[in-house]
């Protein structure tokens, strides 16, 4: 157990529609990331937060955005939902600012676009 | 851009067999990086890592060296177990002005059979 919570496991929805995965970064921990993976694009990271402030993006669509609050838990939103987003959605945490130290991933959701 | 390419999988080893897992990498400057594990069902774990020319990084049985000079990054094991199949994803980060781009490969499964 990574000590990185991230609801729900699963989530079926359809085109067009908007959802919310939520991810509580292990305590302590003040960075949360997230990444996409899908058969298609592979693994892609998305963006990072540290204490609140984006600190740097990766391969983020516009139609997805996320925030971190106070209490340091995270969320990704994605609307306009396609077929295309279907994946694997992980959320990963560490204590610093910096990707290059240790990062401690969650189990994932599973988001299917029907 | 930066890209990571990785031998195409899937790898199937009998136990106790050597592993290489072949990762070249195109980026400007001095990228770190890194070797990351996917077990069946779970989230990334990280490796390995080398942050300049030279650095062997290695962990649990596995290593790899940054080799500059053919912009390599391969993954060996001298005698593989059955507990390491697992999807391994080879990766860079490239920092520059106060933000980074992190680049995947688009993973390696290998099998390992008793």
């Known amino acids: 157990d990574s000590g990185v919570t991230q609801t729900p496991k699963h989530l079926i929805t359809a085109t067009g529609q908007r959802v919310t995965l939520r991810c509580s970064p292990r305590?302590?921990?003040?960075?949360v990331y997230w990444y996409q993976q899908s058969l298609d694009q592979g693994l892609q990271f998305l963006i990072q937060?540290?204490?609140?402030?984006?600190?740097a993006k990766g391969n983020i669509l516009e139609r997805f955005s996320a925030q971190q609050f106070p209490d340091l838990h995270s969320e990704l939103n994605l609307s306009s939902l396609e077929l295309g987003d279907s994946a694997l959605y992980f959320c990963?945490?560490?204590?610093?600012?910096?990707?290059?130290?240790?990062?401690?991933f969650g189990p994932g959701t599973r988001l299917t676009v029907l | 851009g930066n890209s990571v390419t990785q031998m195409e999988g899937p790898v199937t080893l009998s136990e106790e067999a050597f592993l290489t897992i072949n990762c070249t990498y195109t980026?400007?400057?001095?990228?770190?990086l890194f070797w990351y594990v996917q077990y069946p069902g779970e989230g990334l774990q990280l490796l390995l890592k080398?942050?300049?020319?030279?650095d062997k990084g290695s962990n649990k049985g596995f290593e790899a060296t940054y080799r500059k000079e053919t912009t390599s990054f391969h993954l060996e094991k001298g005698s593989v177990q059955v507990s390491d199949s697992a999807v391994y994803f080879c990766?860079?980060?490239?920092?520059?002005?106060?933000?980074?781009?992190?680049?995947f490969g688009k993973g390696t499964k290998l099998s390992v059979i008793p």
């Open positions: 080398a942050t300049k020319a030279d």
């Open positions: 980026a400007t400057g001095y990228p770190s």
């Open positions: 937060y540290y204490n609140g402030e984006e600190r």
């Open positions: 990766a860079l980060i490239r920092s520059g002005a106060g933000s980074y781009q992190l680049t």
């Open positions: 305590s302590g921990d003040l960075s």
């Open positions: 990963a945490s560490n204590a610093g600012q910096t990707f290059t130290d240790t990062q401690y």
